[in-house]
């Protein structure tokens, strides 16, 4: 059974940094590109960040230059390092994989930025 688990969420002041991970635990035969999710209170969910097993990546406009998205294929893990964190960077934020050409979400982990 495939599944995704992120940490590293937490309660950080305005102009913090937080660093996010995606784990990806069962059998694979395929994997696709990875992303982050985003979902604040009474929001859609939006993409932020995603990546290609390639290592292209794309960011939402409200947070280039200050998140990067990576990944380790060896290890199948995402990581989504935030800086310069702001209070509107709050939101439960979602992994989400193209695994054995299927999409797979984590559970989520909630970021509070607030001073």
């Known amino acids: 059974q495939v599944q995704l688990v992120e940490s590293g969420g937490g309660l950080v002041q305005p102009g913090g940094s937080l660093r996010l991970s995606c784990t990806v635990s069962g059998t694979l035969f395929s994997i696709g590109a990875m992303a982050w999710y985003r979902q604040a209170p009474g929001k859609q969910r939006e993409l932020v960040a995603a990546?290609?097993?390639?290592?292209?990546?794309n960011y939402v406009d409200s947070v280039k230059g200050r998140f990067t998205i990576s990944r380790d294929n060896a290890k199948i893990t995402a990581h989504l390092q935030m800086n310069s964190l702001k209070p509107e960077d709050t939101a439960v934020y979602y992994c989400?994989?193209?695994?054995?050409?299927?999409?797979?979400w984590g559970q989520g982990t909630q970021v509070t930025v607030s001073s």
């Open positions: 990546i290609t097993g390639g290592g292209s990546t």
């Open positions: 989400n994989a193209d695994l054995n050409r299927m999409f797979y």
